[in-house]
């Protein structure tokens, strides 16, 4: 994508030596952070982040000029955890300073440059689109339900996930959340409907179909917003992101640089 | 505080009739002792809007009140058929309508520092429902889980206020554990957290949140009515 620079960069980990770009499970001390010149902005970003990825989506619709740098979240580099205590991706950073919280990031983004903004103008459809965020947050909660679960019974994820997407289906009254076009709710939503699938590629989760024919309006929802430009440029197959959950939650060594 | 109208009436349960709301008239969903709502009756008393209060039992809950937000929660802002919840978003919303009296800063980036500051801040608030929530009687963890926000809240106190209201409301009923000695906390926040003592000896003179403020006590009863006899009082201290 034309705006993007590095969205697909090797992760930068406290000390990998930055041109060994194929050395990636070296050890790691001191990885040197590049310089960020004045008036550029950046984006420190985890390639399989969800919640990072909500801000990917936001500067793909907005067109911004962003670098981005890839960080190892297992052991995060000094540079990193100067920059954000709280050590999460997505951060931004221009000119000394430094935003981070995804939906902190985006409504700044929209405030710095408001010609391109996502969020509606008038107070009360911004509220609204905040509101629906807040609504829709049940399906981040089921898909880490899955994710996270230890003892490998299913139902209440499974419960949960019904009801969760009986609420999404509901709350859909138009073409997106945004109404006609992909808005601030679509954007905070959809990395996780991206990755819901990787729960039908393994059997052990007992979900044959995602959403499933309950769900229609959902279901032809994710069609539709597979087809949007922002969406599509940064889009990643569910296998890598299969690839991508198994190696963090179950072999607990996150490959932060698989489909590099 | 001249601008609410009804902030401590009579609390309105399933059956009550929902007085009509005037065009052009604001009103606020509340629950008396509610921490969230209060965030939003806090924003209310410093910009000094004319509000009218509704008091809403939350253990049962009104049509009215389910129709109008499907959630169930307060703060609840009604006006012109608009309704809006969530207290953040209820005072950001209020703040975009009335921006000459605005609290959140203009600036993108101040603005973005005061909501990463809340969010920086919420360990506080899940500290205190750790309290509140407990089951077993034993409160090792939660006072582990207090230490860890208290000194969080000590460091990222930078000046005489943290800029927000947001937290305010859970400083204001903490100090309800040094009450009964089973949480066994005899002071609070204690003298390891000096920036934070003052800052609440500063908070509570402010008229904002002196002309709303309730004392400790009473706070006590209704979370004691609530939590372990599970029979909210919600009209207490009427």
């Known amino acids: 994508m ?3 620079e590095g969205l697909n960069s090797i992760t930068l980990n406290p000390g990998m030596a930055s041109q060994n770009l194929f050395a990636l499970s070296s050890v790691l001390v001191g990885d040197e952070l590049p310089p960020l010149t004045s008036g550029r902005m950046r984006l420190y970003n985890m390639i399989f982040c969800p919640f990072a990825h909500r801000s990917i989506l936001y500067i793909s619709k907005k067109k911004l ?10 052991e995060k580099p000094d540079w990193f955890v100067q920059r954000n205590p709280l050590g999460k991706v997505p951060m931004i950073e221009h000119d000394g300073k430094v935003v981070y919280e995804s939906l902190i990031v985006n409504e700044y983004l929209d405030e710095l440059f408001p010609e391109t903004a996502i969020l509606p103008t008038d107070p009360y459809e911004r509220a609204q689109q905040k509101i629906l965020v807040e609504r829709l947050s049940s399906v981040t909660g089921v898909f880490f339900a899955f994710m996270m679960n230890k003892d490998g019974d299913y139902t209440q994820a499974i419960e949960s996930m019904e009801k969760a997407l009986e609420n999404a289906e509901c709350l859909l009254v138009d073409e997106f959340y945004g109404d006609k076009t992909t808005g601030y709710a679509d954007i905070d939503v959809w990395p996780i409907f991206e990755r819901f699938p990787i729960i039908t590629l393994n059997p052990k989760f007992g979900v044959k179909k995602i959403p499933g024919i309950k769900y229609p309006k959902v279901s032809t929802y994710i069609k539709r917003m597979k087809k949007q430009p922002e969406i599509q440029a940064v889009m ?3 296998e890598l992101h299969e ?3 198994k190696s963090a939650w179950i072999e607990k060594n996150p490959d932060y640089n698989l489909g590099i």
């Open 243 to 245: 690839n991508f959950f």
């Open 236 to 238: 990643k197959p569910v």
């Open 65 to 74: 000029p962003v670098e981005v740098i890839d960080v190892n979240l297992m």
């Open 2 to 4: 034309a705006n993007f």
